[in-house]
């Protein structure tokens, strides 16, 4: 009886393991550095840099980060498009970057860089 078992498992596992093949297996990451100013300033205060998926403007995470900064995310597994924001305590509106193309190894390896983002703080009345 065991024997009949086994030749069936042992059957099937080509059939397993070719349909493992063509599915995407574990995370992605993605690496995002940049720098944060402030009315041509350091940011001094707390800021968020969010990562969304483009498709569907699903919010991936959000990280607190200062000015200066490089961050990793978990992504889903596989290339596609995300867009990344940073907003600011006290500050007027928010950064969005144009579509970025995240899940490559090597676009992790290189790491995607945002560059300087420039926001205003609000005017106090």
């Given at each position: 009886m065991m024997a009949v078992v086994y030749r069936?498992?042992?059957?099937?596992l080509p059939l397993l393991l070719a349909g493992a093949s063509c599915l995407p297996i574990g995370d992605s990451a993605a690496r995002l550095s940049g720098r944060i100013v402030v009315n041509g300033e350091p940011?001094?205060?707390?800021?968020?840099?969010?990562?969304?998926?483009a498709s569907?403007?699903?919010?991936?995470?959000?990280?607190?980060?200062?000015?200066?900064?490089?961050?990793?995310?978990?992504?889903?597994?596989?290339e596609d498009d995300y867009y990344a924001t940073i907003s600011c305590e006290g500050?007027?509106?928010?950064y969005r970057s144009p579509a970025l193309r995240l899940g490559?190894?090597?676009?992790?390896r290189d790491g995607t860089d945002?560059?300087?983002?420039?926001?205003?703080?609000?005017?106090t009345k």
């Open positions: 069936a498992m042992l059957a099937t940011a001094a205060s707390d800021c968020e840099l969010s990562l969304f998926l569907t403007n699903q919010r991936v995470e959000s990280i607190k980060v200062r000015a200066d900064f490089e961050e990793t995310f978990v992504i889903a597994p596989g500050v007027a509106g928010q490559s190894l090597s676009t992790y945002l560059g300087t983002v420039s926001l205003s703080r609000t005017a």
